[in-house]
């Protein structure tokens, strides 16, 4: 999508530090990190939101888990706590239109959440 920040990431038309990609999907460190590890998962394809995944869309989305799991592994989070966020909508703190998943690690985090 034109003008889409992380479409362009998904691209590398705007560097990143990746940390996992395949066909379909790409996670890489969080710019502005709110937790000693915060990585950022996304689908290649722009999906507004969660709320605009589609039926189709939910094969893609359940691989997504599998792939934020393995990360979660790999940053030696399991075993210590560590939380998957989707703000979805301004409202609830989405900045950026393209569906991506938050890993926060590394840390003690409270709730509910802010
Ligand atoms: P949201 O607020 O939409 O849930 O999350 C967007 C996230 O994207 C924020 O945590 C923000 O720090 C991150 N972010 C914004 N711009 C960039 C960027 O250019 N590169 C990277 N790696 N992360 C970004
Ligand atoms: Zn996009």
């Avoid at 990143?16 to 394809?45: C, G, M, R, T, W």
């Amino acid at each position: 999508m034109v003008d889409c920040l992380f479409c362009k990431i998904a691209e590398r038309e705007i560097p990143s530090q990746a940390v996992y990609e395949d066909d379909e999907i790409l996670a890489f460190h969080d710019i502005n990190p709110v937790a000693p590890v915060h990585i950022l998962v996304i689908p290649k394809k722009h999906i507004d939101s969660l709320e605009a995944l589609a039926r189709e869309d939910e094969q893609l989305a359940g691989r997504m888990l599998g792939v934020i799991r393995d990360i979660a592994t790999e940053q030696g989070l399991d075993d210590r706590g560590w939380r998957v966020v989707v703000n979805t909508g301004q409202r609830a703190g989405q900045s950026v239109k393209h569906l991506h998943f938050h890993i926060l690690g590394g840390r003690d985090f409270g709730w509910p959440p802010g």
